[in-house]
């Protein structure tokens, strides 16, 4: 399997613009996580979902950030308007089910909004 | 709320050295605990999954414990190579009902040729 993939790997924006980040997990898996992980805070959960479901999105720093899982096999992270504070890396992980199981981890998006 | 604590947040250790990184928690009442390493701009690979019935789980030159009650754990790691350096980050898998992960800080560790 060729793993969680994430797009794009770096994405470099300007205050106000919307940006769009798209995971795509390991097939079979039925837990999605985005994570966003930066010097200050560390790792942080954003939302998760399972069976395209999404079951807890307290995470979301604001509603400028949505998340959405049309089917098992995509996801999309939006941030419009983008804030020079949402810069960070954002990761997307998937496990076989929500419980019990290994997390595994994209490569992450390195976003830098100016 | 959760909290997991790892120190040192760095560490640096001579090659062929045996080593010992350090997690603790607050909420001893956890499904699970993973130790993951993280390489300089990549994602996290998970290591070890600890199951909160299990003592410990080894692979190959890593072993990490478990101790619920005095909420801790650690990861060892025999011989230590170069290619061993990394961060690494210890997470807890709350009890009951949903997944959500709470991860510590991480300890940096290089070791030195």
């Known amino acids: 399997d060729a793993g969680v993939i994430q797009s794009p790997r770096h994405e470099v924006t300007e205050m106000g613009q919307e940006v769009t980040l798209r995971c795509k997990p390991i097939?079979?898996?039925?837990?999605l996580f985005w994570y966003r992980q930066t010097m200050m805070r560390g790792l942080e959960l954003l939302i998760y979902?399972?069976?395209?479901?999404?079951?807890?999105d307290s995470g979301m720093p604001e509603d400028r950030f949505s998340a959405k899982m049309p089917n098992a096999s995509f996801s999309t992270l939006k941030i419009q308007p983008s804030e020079p504070r949402d810069s960070a890396v954002y990761f997307c992980a998937s496990s076989l089910n929500y419980a019990n199981e290994k997390l595994f981890f994209g490569s992450g998006t390195q976003l830098s909004v100016l | 709320k959760q909290e997991v604590t790892q120190i040192p947040a760095a560490l640096s250790v001579p090659e062929g050295e045996n080593l010992v990184l350090n997690c603790s928690f607050t909420d001893s009442a956890i499904y699970n605990l993973q130790w993951f390493r993280q390489d300089p701009g990549k994602g996290l690979t998970s290591l070890l999954l600890i199951q909160s019935s299990q003592r410990e789980q080894t692979s190959g030159r890593l072993n990490a414990s478990l101790d619920k009650s005095s909420g801790r754990s650690t990861l060892y790691i025999a011989a230590s190579q170069p290619g061993d350096s990394a961060t690494y980050l210890c997470?807890?898998?709350?009890?009951?009902?949903?997944?959500?992960?709470?991860f510590g800080t991480g300890t940096k560790l290089q070791v030195i040729p």
């Open positions: 097939s079979g898996h039925n837990s």
């Open positions: 997470a807890v898998t709350p009890r009951g009902g949903y997944q959500k992960v709470t």
């Open positions: 979902f399972n069976n395209n479901v999404p079951i807890d």
